[in-house]
């Protein structure tokens, strides 16, 4: 059985960093990507960045200089480095490993799914 794991989120000011950590275990993920999406009160999961299993990044505009997404292959591992936090990156983070071959932005292209960790940004 697959399962997503995150852990790390917390309460932190505004300027602050946090470091978000993923572990996927059941299965080895040797053609995926991993991601992290977020979904604040009211709105809709958006993405935020991807690793692919070469180790190709790619971030959301908003996060962009701010966040850094890594993976360790041999852990089924993924974190997010999260810095210069701002109030409006408060949101659940939900890590996800995509479909095999994909590299997507797209959460339809994710089959797993962890449950979420909260971060809450105060300003």
């Known amino acids: 059985q697959v399962r997503v794991v995150e852990s790390g989120g917390g309460l932190v000011q505004a300027g602050g960093s946090l470091r978000l950590s993923c572990l996927a275990s059941g299965r080895t993920f040797s053609s995926n990507s991993m991601a992290w999406f977020r979904q604040a009160p009211g709105k809709q999961r958006d993405f935020v960045a991807y690793v692919t299993w070469s180790g190709i990044t790619y971030y959301a505009d908003p996060v962009k200089g701010r966040f850094t997404i890594s993976r360790d292959n041999a852990k089924n591992t993924a974190n997010l480095q999260m810095n210069s936090l701002k109030s409006e990156d408060t949101a659940v983070y939900f890590c996800?490993?995509?479909?095999?071959?994909?590299?997507?932005?797209?959460?339809?292209?994710?089959?797993?799914w962890g449950q979420g960790t909260q971060v809450t940004v105060s300003s």
């Open positions: 996800a490993a995509s479909r095999p071959g994909y590299a997507s932005t797209q959460s339809r292209d994710y089959d797993y």
